[in-house]
């Protein structure tokens, strides 16, 4: 743990006993983090920093009767404000603009591929909608919405295998009805 971090406003108590969270939970807080997103190791370090850093400048974490169960909800909470800003920033959803990969802005602009761009999505939508609705529902949450199958499992109160197969169908239907697959 990086002293620079716990000397904040710590004192020498806090200090210690943030420090000995670090040592004991740094690798179950990394695994907790890495099953939600993935092997992005340099985020989720920071995610964990993240976590020891709200300890340090909260309350009298010496007197907690539960320091794991603690942690581990201030992990959640760091993740919860991670999604919010996401989401907010829509940070998943950009991409630099790059003239020899998108075009140019010219023909980005054009009426005829907003308009084809538009019909494409109706498309989808409607295609969408043939589906029933759990299978809607599952495809959405994984596609749109970015939940892992355990986390769709959790919310629905249905298996992963079960999810799988609502993906499967989905995905082949779409792909038939937008005449994307390659016979």
Not at 85 to 94: D, F, V
Not at 159 to 179: F, M, P, Q, W, Y
Request: a negative charge; proline letters at 3%.
């Amino acid at each position: 743990m990086n002293d620079s971090v716990i000397a904040l406003n710590a004192t020498p108590e806090k200090a210690a006993a943030i420090e000995a969270l670090s040592r004991r939970f740094r690798v179950p807080l990394q695994r907790f983090f890495e099953k939600r997103l993935g092997r992005r190791q340099a985020e989720i370090d920071d995610l964990v920093q993240e976590v020891f850093l709200h300890l340090a400048g909260g309350g009298n974490i010496e007197s907690v009767e539960r320091p794991e169960a603690y942690l581990f909800k201030t992990a959640s909470n760091v993740l919860n404000d991670r999604w919010r800003r996401l989401t907010a920033r829509a940070a998943e959803a950009h991409e630099p603009y790059d003239e020899a990969v998108h075009g140019s802005a010219r023909e980005t602009l054009c009426p005829e591929r907003a308009l084809l761009g538009a019909q494409a999505v109706e498309q989808l939508v409607a295609a969408l909608y043939e589906l029933p609705e759990r299978t809607r529902v599952v495809w959405a949450l994984y596609h749109l919405e970015d939940l892992t199958h355990t986390e769709i499992g959790r919310r629905l109160g249905i298996t992963v295998s079960t999810i799988e197969k609502h993906i499967g169908r989905a995905s082949a239907h779409l792909l038939k009805r937008l005449d994307l697959q390659h016979e």
